[in-house]
């Protein structure tokens, strides 16, 4: 996340170390770079091998409708990737979703939305149970879904048994949904009406029978549209979309490389709660016991509650390796051993990420500063609430351009760290 290039110009015009980049550098850097150099490759393979029929109106449809079937399962695997994980199983899980799907309509005759709904939950539980495998036992997300592949493809081969009395096919869907009020929402075409009105004035070609080369656009084409519209919404602009961005870093890159990573921890104890004035946030961390301990010698009814680890980052931290400060208990370390471990370790240089962006990195990051250290902070690996009229990273991020020593990218600092090895 370099937004350097606006700061320069408006700020510190002289400061060494924000590097000027041109145009074409920018472009080349952009992740999107390689899916559209393909697409542009593919593009002009088949514009020069293929019959030229494929590139008409009628042509770009036909392509264009598998291609966005494909594109709606992509764009969920799009996003397990860009987060550092792979499923296998998607293949399996859409035959299994399908029977599901298929079992709700003719065995079970649910309705048409109930049965998406049903197909949508037992599909997002599944999801779920590896995700929650994944992360409990550490096992790679590669092994805990090719178990899943095989598991689905066995429970669809018998469930379609079962289903059917014994048949490889699944009758009777396209009859019991047909007349639906929302079966136009999942098939068929849409926009059918625009189509027919392009057609009658010219601006829509015709075959030689007459009939109109298109006469609407399938609704996959529209759902993916829409999905990537969402996704791109989410990955870009909300929390989520940077907690996906920062998850894809390498979570013991800094390990690998000799790095010692210190945890400067938030935590209440019973004390804490009898302070005779505190801020807003204070009095709300306070209130639904956000980082509650029972104390500071006694760890009963710390697993699983907000004072614990994130279970993905629990076995990086419980390693044995890791230095976890005595606790900060407003915002910054100047109430914890934080400085002082680092200045005892011999360490100036500074990598900062964390919760939360505007409040503890932010407070983090001033006082050590003050203190002398070389403060990096990682933008894309933090997070902030935002609400109506309170962004908090967007808060964040302004101070940490004029304050920080230097921002780096979860992409570059993995890129850094490794080059230490």
Do not use: C, W
């Given at each position: 996340m370099d937004h350097s290039g606006s700061f320069k110009n408006s700020l510190l015009p002289g400061d060494e170390r924000l590097k000027a980049v041109s145009r074409l550098s920018q472009l080349?850097?952009?992740?999107e770079l390689g899916a559209v150099a393909g697409l542009i490759l593919v593009t002009c393979f088949f514009f020069i091998t293929a019959d030229p029929v494929m590139f008409n109106l009628a042509g770009l449809v036909n392509f264009l409708t598998p291609a966005a079937q494909l594109g709606i399962l992509a764009l969920g695997a799009a996003l397990l990737m860009i987060g550092g994980e792979f499923d296998l199983s998607i293949g399996s899980m859409v035959a299994f979703a399908g029977l599901i799907f298929g079992a709700s309509i003719t065995v079970l005759q649910l309705p048409l939305l109930a049965a998406v709904l049903l197909t949508l939950v037992v599909a997002g539980a599944i999801g779920a149970l590896n995700a929650n495998l994944v992360i409990r036992t550490g096992l790679p997300s590669f092994i805990v879904t090719l178990a899943f592949l095989f598991m689905l493809r066995g429970l669809s081969l018998v469930g379609l048994k079962w289903a059917t009395g014994g048949s490889t096919q699944m009758r009777?869907?396209?009859?019991?949904?047909e007349g639906h009020a929302l079966l136009g929402v999942f098939s068929g075409k849409a926009f059918e009406g625009l189509f027919r009105t392009l057609t009658e004035r010219g601006w829509i070609p015709r075959f030689d029978n007459g009939e109109a080369m298109v006469t609407g656009i399938p609704v996959e084409i529209v759902w993916f549209v829409i999905l990537t519209g969402l996704a791109t919404w989410v990955l870009l602009r909300t929390p989520l979309g940077n907690w996906i961005f920062a998850s894809g870093g390498d979570p013991v890159a800094a390990k690998n490389s000799g790095v010692p990573v210190f945890i400067?921890?938030?935590y209440y104890?019973?004390?804490?709660?009898q302070w005779k004035f505190e801020g807003a946030l204070e009095a709300l961390m306070h209130k639904i016991g956000m980082f509650d301990r029972k104390g500071a010698l006694s760890q009963e009814g710390f697993e699983g509650s907000g004072a614990d680890w994130l279970p993905r980052y629990k076995s990086y931290i419980n390693d044995g390796k890791t230095i976890v400060c005595s606790p900060h208990k407003v915002f910054g370390p100047e109430s914890n051993d934080l400085?002082?471990?680092?200045?005892?370790?011999?360490?100036?240089?500074?990598?900062?990420?964390?919760?939360?962006?505007?409040l503890c990195v932010e407070s983090h990051m001033r006082d050590l500063i003050e203190q002398g250290?070389?403060?990096?902070?990682?933008p894309d690996a933090t997070g902030a609430a935002k609400l109506p009229g309170y962004d908090g990273f967007e808060a964040a991020f302004v101070n940490y351009r004029m304050i920080a020593s230097d921002i780096w990218s979860t992409a570059e600092t993995v890129k850094k760290l490794e080059a230490l090895k």
């Open positions: 080349m850097r952009r992740p009777g869907i396209t009859e019991a949904v400067s921890p938030h104890y019973k004390h804490d709660h400085a002082l471990q680092l200045r005892k370790a011999g360490i100036s240089q500074i990598i900062l990420a964390g919760m939360s962006a505007n250290f070389h403060v990096v902070v990682v």
